[in-house]
């Protein structure tokens, strides 16, 4: 599967992402993101893609790089979008026209297409130019992709955006045993809150 476009919106009603993508063969597949799922969206892929910085630079460096290329993709996204398409909607939907809860999330990095596990990410390992990420949807289903590290980064700039917009607060690494990736969620007070 070829992605063509992401989308994504942050509906207020809901306080949820609604997240879209399509393929070039017209297949549309919609999700809803919480707040949850989005900020282990964020947190995860930029530790793994700094993850696979590590394999040929110092943990600093490696970091310094990543942040370099984060900034160098909001810089070409402005150029970009001024005279970007608008989203092509698809003419199949395989999970459905209504967009489904996406329960939970997991990642992996990969080496010849295949899922990296955890005792190998410490070796040195020529990782694939991807990310594999599996969404974690209702009645066990999964749906799995394999993200080039630009479109993971352009997706992760997309969902940090809307994050800002609702005011959903940022979300920290914290790691145990170097194998166990969880995320802290930091509060910034809600907009138009009357506590505030």
């Known amino acids: 599967m070829t992605i063509k476009q992401l989308n994504a919106t942050y509906l207020v009603n809901e306080?949820?992402?609604f997240f879209?993508?399509?393929?070039?063969?017209?297949?549309?597949?919609?999700?809803?993101?919480?707040?949850?799922?989005?900020?282990?969206?964020l947190v995860a892929s930029?530790?793994?893609?700094?993850?696979?910085?590590?394999?040929?630079?110092?943990p600093?460096?490696?970091?310094?790089?990543?942040?370099?290329?984060?900034?160098?993709?909001?810089?070409?996204?402005?150029?970009?979008?001024?005279?970007?398409?608008d989203y092509e909607s698809g003419v199949q939907f395989p999970l459905g026209f209504d967009p489904l809860l996406v329960m939970d999330v997991s990642y992996s990095l990969t080496?010849?297409?295949e899922k990296v596990t955890d005792q190998d990410s410490s070796k040195a390992v020529d990782f694939d130019d991807a990310l594999s990420i599996d969404f974690l949807l209702p009645g066990g289903g999964n749906l799995n992709l394999n993200l080039?590290?630009?479109?993971?980064?352009?997706?992760?700039l997309l969902l940090?955006?809307?994050r800002i917009q609702a005011g959903w607060g940022e979300a920290v690494l914290s790691i145990?045993?170097?194998?166990?990736?969880?995320?802290?969620?930091?509060e910034e007070p809600k907009k138009n809150s009357p506590l505030h």
């Open 15 to 17: 306080d949820r992402i």
């Open 20 to 41: 879209r993508f399509n393929t070039q063969d017209q297949v549309e597949y919609r999700l809803w993101l919480t707040r949850r799922v989005t900020l282990f969206i």
């Open 46 to 58: 930029t530790h793994l893609l700094t993850k696979k910085l590590e394999q040929v630079h110092s």
């Open 60 to 85: 600093d460096t490696a970091k310094a790089v990543n942040e370099f290329e984060k900034a160098a993709l909001i810089e070409a996204s402005k150029t970009a979008n001024a005279g970007s398409t």
């Open 111 to 113: 080496k010849n297409g």
């Open 148 to 156: 080039p590290n630009n479109l993971m980064r352009a997706m992760c």
């Open 160 to 162: 940090d955006q809307l």
């Open 176 to 186: 145990k045993k170097d194998v166990e990736i969880q995320s802290v969620v930091e």
